[in-house]
């Protein structure tokens, strides 16, 4: 059954492949549960791994109203338990980290580690001395394109989605197939979707709860990361009690497919870690 109940009149679209300790992946802003298959391809194998789109988004149900972090991140709670995934590695990316840290919060019977990538201890903005989240740069040029731009013509949410892969998402030059695919994912985040989600997260800040947290964490940050700042990543794992960070030297907010190989060590080697003694044996 690839249509999951989660809550009334919402259904998560899931795909759930292999068997083993579980690994719920939960994906950034416009994207969807494709951003993962180079992940799910090469961990099957040895894990059940699960995708998912989040309300409103991808292939899942599209209610009028409820696009907030606290109703998708219940939406995951729920996803858990239908599924009996508990406990699980929840491996979050962007706006999916912040997810991943609320039912950390929230239910941490349910989680057994943290991987997050694209991370931040806030929404956006300067903190404690510290930047991080969401660059001003990104935020002003989301506002340009909402706006219709500085010269107030209809900017067409294609063009933002487009704009979105080839200038904030990669440090290098990718093949055309996978912009294409970054514009495939984007689009199925409807504008008011998206709008409504950002919104609601604009407040996100976890410097109060994230020293209280007690989940094995580590985070896989691109150093060149100029959309979800590298300096939050770094200010996140001091935060998070026995956090680690991994950086990946060649990767902007995207490391799980511009590095793929180096991403997928690192999450192998860290769930793994989380495993019994005689079950990472066998």
């Keep these: 059954m690839n249509l999951v109940p989660v809550a009334d009149e919402v259904r998560l679209y899931v795909e759930d492949f292999g068997d083993g300790p579980p690994l719920l992946f939960i994906?950034?802003?416009n994207l969807t549960h494709k951003s993962w298959e180079s992940q799910v391809s090469a961990l099957a194998g040895e894990f059940r791994t699960v995708t998912f789109d989040w309300r409103g988004?991808?292939?899942s149900d599209k209610p009028r109203r409820g696009y907030t972090a606290d109703a998708a991140a219940s939406d995951i709670r729920a996803l858990i338990d239908r599924l009996g995934l508990a406990p699980a590695v929840l491996v979050g990316h962007g706006l999916g980290a912040h997810l991943a840290l609320l039912v950390a919060y929230a239910a941490p019977e349910l989680v057994k580690g943290l991987l997050l990538t694209g991370a931040a201890p806030?929404?956006?903005?300067?903190?404690?001395?510290?930047e991080g989240g969401v660059s001003e740069d990104f935020l002003?040029?989301?506002?340009?394109?909402r706006r219709g731009g500085?010269?107030?013509s209809g900017v067409a949410y294609a063009q933002t989605c487009y704009e979105l892969g080839d200038g904030w998402v990669f440090h290098r030059r990718q093949?055309?197939?996978?912009?294409?695919a970054m514009l495939d994912q984007a689009l199925e985040w409807p504008q008011y979707v998206l709008n409504a989600y950002a919104e609601d997260m604009r407040t996100i800040d976890h410097r109060t709860r994230a020293p209280q947290l007690r989940t094995p964490t580590l985070i896989v940050q691109g150093r060149h990361d100029k959309k979800q700042r590298y300096e939050g990543a770094v200010h996140l794992a001091r935060l998070i009690s026995g956090a680690r960070l991994v950086t990946l030297e060649n990767s902007a907010t995207m490391g799980n497919i511009e590095e793929v190989d180096a991403f997928n060590r690192a999450l192998l080697h860290f769930a793994r870690?989380?495993?019994p003694r005689n079950q990472a044996a066998a």
């Design 27 to 29: 994906c950034g802003g």
């Design 57 to 59: 988004t991808g292939r």
């Design 122 to 130: 806030w929404f956006s903005g300067e903190r404690d001395g510290a």
């Design 140 to 145: 002003r040029f989301m506002i340009s394109q």
């Design 150 to 152: 500085s010269a107030g």
């Design 175 to 180: 093949s055309p197939g996978i912009y294409q």
């Design 273 to 275: 870690e989380l495993q």
